[in-house]
C-alpha cells in the first residue's frame, strides 16, 4: 500500500505540479488588484507575510466553544456560493488545512463526488504513510453524495450549503451561461422573457448541457433528472437533506447565513467578512417579471419546494439564536463596511471576463484585504500547491519553487 501510494504521489503530483505551474505562468496580466500587480511569485508568498491579525483574539465568541475545522461545503451553481467558498478557502488556507482538490481543475468534478477523487488530491499536508487518507475540507464544485465524502473528511466535519430563489437563480444562469446566444434570441427584445413564456418547448433536456437550467440545485444537492418529477421523492430528498446538513445557507439573506455559518462553526467575525466574488455585469442581467414565478415553479418543482423548505427552517434558526443575532448582525455589517473602505479602490472596476465586475484593491492593500480579494480559481492554485510540496517534501525531495 505505502509504495504503491508513494509512486502514484510521485507520477501524479508531478504532473499535476507542472502544469499547475505553466498554468501559474500563463495568468493574464490583467490579473493584477489595484497599482500592485500580484504576479506569480507574489501570489504564491500571499500569506506567508504577517498574519498575526489573523490571531489576535477579538472577543467575539461568547462561551467556550472551539472552532470547528472540518467542514464540507457543497457548492451549487449561480447562487453567490464562489464567494461562500473563497471565505472556506481562506479559513482552510490560514489554519493550515488541507482540501480534497482536483489537481487539473478547480472544479473537483461535475458528477456525484467519488472517494476515489481523494486519491487523487495531493495528499493531505499531514499526511502519515500507511495511515487513513483524511481530508479537513471540501469546497469545490462536486455533486453532493453523503457516503463517499463521509469516508475521506474527519470525522465531526460539519455540512452546509446554500441555495437561492430559483426564479434569480435561472436568471442568473440564463445570463451566465450565455443562453441567449446558444439559444439564438439576442435580436428578442427581452431573451428571458421569451425563455420563460416558452420553457416548456425546452424540456426536451438533451438540448442543454448543463443541468443546472432546470433543478439545478437538487442536482447539485444529489437529486437525479429522473428523480426530480415525483413530488414524493422530491419530499423525500428534502427531507433527508434536513436531517444531514448542518446549515443550509440562503443567498438572499446572505450576511444573516453567515452569522448563523459563524456560530455554528464556531469562527470568528474576521473569518466571515469577504469581498463579492463573480459580480455578474449589467448587460449579462435580464428583468424579473411577476408571471415568471408560475412558470418557473412548474419547470423546477424541485427547486421551489428545497427552497420553501429551508427558507422556513432557516427562520427558525434565527429564532433558536436568540436575542443576540441581530447585535451580531449589525457588528457583522460594520465590520464588512470596514473592510470595503479600507480593501476596495473606490469606483475601480476589472471586467477582464465580460461577464463579471470583479472588486479591484487599493495600491497599498494589506495582507488581510489580499486574502479577502483572492479567487476561488487561485485558492485552489495555492492550496494544491501547497499539498503538493508538503508531498515532495515528505519523499525528500528538497523543493523551492523559484
Ligand atoms: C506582525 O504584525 C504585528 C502587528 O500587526 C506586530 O506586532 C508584529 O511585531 C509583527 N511580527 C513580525 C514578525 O513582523
Ligand atoms: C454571552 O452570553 C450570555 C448569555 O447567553 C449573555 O448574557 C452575554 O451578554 C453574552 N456576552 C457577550 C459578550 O456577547
Ligand atoms: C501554519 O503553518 C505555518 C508553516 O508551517 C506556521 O508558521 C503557522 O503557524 C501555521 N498556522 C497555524 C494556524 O497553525
Ligand atoms: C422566505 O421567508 C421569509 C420569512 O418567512 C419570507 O418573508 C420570504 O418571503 C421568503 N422568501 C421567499 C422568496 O419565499
Ligand atoms: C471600523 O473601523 C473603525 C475605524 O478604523 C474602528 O474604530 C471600528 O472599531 C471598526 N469597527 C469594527 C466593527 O471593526
Ligand atoms: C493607504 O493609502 C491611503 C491614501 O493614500 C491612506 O489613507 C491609508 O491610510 C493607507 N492605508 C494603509 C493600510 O496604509
Ligand atoms: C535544501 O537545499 C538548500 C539549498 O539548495 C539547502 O540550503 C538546504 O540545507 C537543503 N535542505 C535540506 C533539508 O536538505
Not at 466553544?65 to 447562487?79: G, M, Q, Y
Not at 424579473?288 to 427558525?316: C, G, Q, V
Not at 488581510?368 to 508531498?391: G, N, S, V
Amino acid at each position: 500500500m505505502g509504495n504503491r501510494l508513494l509512486v502514484c504521489f510521485i507520477a501524479l503530483c508531478s504532473i499535476a505540479l507542472i502544469t499547475l505551474l505553466s498554468r501559474t505562468r500563463n495568468l493574464p496580466e490583467r490579473l493584477s488588484y489595484g497599482k500592485s500587480p500580484l504576479t506569480r511569485t507574489a501570489m504564491l508568498k500571499v500569506g506567508d507575510g504577517n498574519l498575526s491579525f489573523w490571531s489576535t483574539k477579538v472577543s467575539d465568541i461568547n462561551g467556550t466553544c472551539r472552532p470547528v475545522n472540518n467542514v464540507v461545503f457543497i457548492k451549487t451553481h449561480k447562487t453567490g456560493s464562489t464567494t461562500l467558498a473563497t471565505i472556506i478557502e481562506r479559513y482552510g488556507y490560514i489554519n493550515n488545512l488541507s482540501f480534497v482538490l482536483n489537481p487539473h481543475s478547480h472544479i473537483l468534478t461535475d458528477k456525484l463526488f467519488n472517494r476515489n477523487m481523494a486519491y487523487k488530491s495531493p495528499p493531505p499536508l499531514d499526511f502519515k504513510e500507511n495511515h487513513k487518507l483524511q481530508f479537513n475540507i471540501i469546497t469545490n464544485h462536486a455533486r453532493y453524495s453523503r457516503i463517499e465524502m463521509e469516508s475521506v473528511i474527519q470525522s465531526g466535519a460539519k455540512y452546509i450549503t446554500i441555495i437561492r430563489y430559483p426564479v434569480t437563480n435561472l436568471e442568473s444562469a440564463f445570463g451566465y451561461f450565455r443562453l441567449a446566444e446558444r439559444l439564438d434570441l439576442t435580436h428578442n427584445k427581452n431573451p428571458f422573457y421569451t425563455f420563460v413564456n416558452e420553457i416548456d418547448k425546452y424540456s426536451t433536456e438533451s438540448f442543454f448541457r448543463r443541468p443546472y437550467i432546470r433543478n439545478g440545485q437538487m442536482y447539485d444537492l444529489g437529486l437525479n433528472p429522473e428523480n426530480q418529477k415525483s413530488v414524493a421523492s422530491i419530499q423525500k430528498k428534502i427531507k433527508d437533506l434536513s436531517r444531514e446538513f448542518d446549515l443550509v445557507l440562503i443567498h438572499e439573506y446572505y450576511d444573516e447565513s453567515l452569522v448563523l455559518l459563524k456560530n455554528l462553526m464556531c469562527w470568528h467575525f474576521n473569518d466571515i467578512v469577504y469581498i463579492p466574488k463573480g459580480i455578474r455585469s449589467k448587460q449579462f442581467r435580464y428583468n424579473i417579471d411577476n408571471s415568471f414565478e408560475m412558470k418557473i415553479k412548474r419547470w423546477s418543482l424541485a427547486d421551489f419546494l428545497l427552497y420553501e423548505h429551508f427558507n422556513r427552517t432557516f427562520w427558525k434558526k434565527i429564532q433558536t439564536y436568540g436575542q443576540t443575532f441581530y447585535n451580531d448582525l449589525h457588528r457583522f455589517r460594520q465590520k464588512q463596511h470596514n473592510v470595503t473602505m479600507t480593501c476596495i479602490e473606490e469606483g475601480a472596476v476589472d471586467t477582464f471576463d465580460a461577464r463579471e465586475e470583479k472588486w479591484v484593491l487599493v495600491a497599498n492593500a494589506t495582507e488581510f484585504c489580499r486574502l479577502l480579494r483572492l479567487e476561488d480559481t487561485q485558492y485552489w492554485k495555492l492550496l494544491a500547491q501547497r499539498q503538493m510540496i508538503a508531498a515532495l517534501h515528505r519523499m525528500n525531495f528538497n523543493f523551492t519553487l523559484n
